[in-house]
Each structure stands twice: as C-alpha cells, then as structure tokens.
C-alpha cells in the first residue's frame, strides 16, 4: 500500500479522506455584474470550506475574450481559485457550479507540489 495512502482515513464505503491541493479555473457571462459576480465567488468558496477545505487565494482575471463561442457569448469573466481540499468537497464544488446558470465553463485539477 503506497505511503500516502496508508496514512489515510479510510471511510466505511471505501473512501479516502486525503487533503490534496487543488486549482479550480471557471468563467461566467460577460455581463454579470460585480457585486453579482462576488457574491457568486463567495458561494464557490463556502463549497469548498463547509467540506473542510481551506482556500489559499482567490485571482480574479476579469473580462478576456474566449477560444471560441460558449453560449453564444465570445467574452467571460474568469476566476483562479487554490486551495486544499478532499474529494468531498470536490463533490460539492462541482455541484455548486452545475446548479448556477451564470457560470458557463469550469475546470479543477490537481496542482503539482
């Protein structure tokens, strides 16, 4: 059993809880206001520390023109979020972002260390 994994909790169903750190890329329609637009930041980093994650820092990009057109829109708001967290709080980020209309792409991997 490799190192990491045997000093991992092993939950009932099998799972790990390892704190792994992590980057999470979105981007939201052009149009969204400011406030609007830290309000919903907010409610990505709430997903992400109700689950026991920590956020590290928060990089708003602003308005950049997109590769091609999502949604018919050419142009996005994006945000870099770091941060450590278990799979748990995986799940709940990515729930977050498919229930919210605003948010038209995402992506989260796992950050070299």
Request: hydrophobic share 35%; charged share 25%.
């Amino acid at each position: 059993m490799p190192e990491n994994i045997a000093r991992a909790e092993i939950y009932p169903k099998g799972g790990f809880n390892i704190v792994k750190p992590y980057e999470t890329l979105f981007f939201t329609e052009p149009g969204i206001e400011n406030e609007a637009l830290d309000a919903l930041i907010g409610k990505v980093e709430n997903a992400i520390t109700k689950n026991g994650g920590q956020v590290e820092k928060i990089d708003k990009w602003g308005r950049r023109p997109l590769a091609y057109p999502v949604e018919k829109h050419t142009e996005g708001n994006y945000v870099l979020i770091n941060f450590q967290a278990t799979g748990e709080a995986l799940k709940e980020l990515e729930r977050t972002y498919l229930i919210n209309q605003t948010i038209l792409r995402f992506m989260t991997t796992v950050r070299g260390q």
